[in-house]
């Protein structure tokens, strides 16, 4: 296993978690501490644990031991305040089907109290950057996958929150609509706040995160920047090199 950077308290603070189901250890005691201003890539195969650990990041899932703090704050012990302070995108946006565009985004709104000058002038900008805007009185079950992830996306963004937690955000995006949402994933960060996404597109990684943490079986293998991470293999392969190296060696 390759040395973890231990920090020392960012906007996501995740210490010796443990999740299982039964006899199963599907979680097996993590720690992540995701920083102001960086985007964070969470890397692993299909059922490595990405979701599973998002979920319980967001408090949707409880852990079995362990503390998640989201900007200072306990998800399990003050669980509405920490769910103001993010914007969570699922890996489903199969969700509230029946109602139009901006039915939904308005229901979003008021559950986080954005006020109408707020939410018109959000609603617009990213309509616009997402190429929404004409779709938004129609159904949401009349929407291609793209579409849907881009509407959940515009309602996780609606109330403004610092941290945004992206579960296989760019899946069914289409190139454009990919490029853009990896714009204002940098915009954010670069602001001082923090985005953290799940993916196993290690292309998409290489290319914009500051730091990923690899998960494997539960655990994590790796974290740190890419550099550390070609420091320790002392050669200049590809992220998808390194990565396959370090899960089939686990």
């Known amino acids: 296993m390759l040395k973890l950077n231990k920090g020392v308290g960012g906007m996501i603070c995740v210490k010796n978690i443990t999740k299982t189901y039964g006899d199963k250890k599907v979680i097996d005691d993590i720690s992540l501490d995701i920083k102001d201003g960086e985007i964070f890539g969470f890397l692993g195969h299909n059922g490595a644990g990405k979701t599973t650990t998002i979920k ?3 408090g ?3 852990q079995n031991s362990g503390t998640i703090e989201i900007n200072g704050i306990d998800v399990l012990e003050n669980s509405l305040e920490s769910k ?13 089907l029946r109602l139009k565009g901006i039915e939904y985004l308005n229901f979003i709104a008021d559950i986080y109290g954005v006020s109408e000058e707020d939410r018109k002038e959000r609603i617009k900008n990213y309509a616009n950057q997402l190429e929404m805007s004409e779709a938004l009185g129609d159904k949401i079950q009349s929407y291609s996958h793209g579409m849907r992830q881009k509407i959940v996306l515009i309602g996780a963004l609606i109330h403004d929150p610092s941290v945004w937690i992206l579960d296989e955000p760019l899946t069914g995006l289409d190139p454009k609509s990919s490029y853009i949402l990896k714009e204002m994933m940098r915009e954010h960060a670069d602001k001082g706040n923090t985005v953290f996404f799940s993916t196993h597109v ?8 500051d730091r990923v943490a690899i998960i494997n079986k539960g655990k994590i293998i790796f974290c740190g920047t890419l550099e550390e991470m070609k420091q320790h293999f002392k050669n ?11 899960t089939n060696n686990e």
Do not use: H, R, W
């Open 56 to 58: 319980m990041i967001t």
């Open 60 to 62: 949707i899932t409880k």
């Open 84 to 96: 103001k302070q993010f914007g969570y995108v699922s890996d489903s946006p199969d969700m509230f």
């Open 202 to 209: 290690l292309e998409v990684a290489e290319k914009i995160c």
């Open 236 to 246: 200049n392969s590809s992220l998808e090199k390194m990565f396959l190296e370090m």
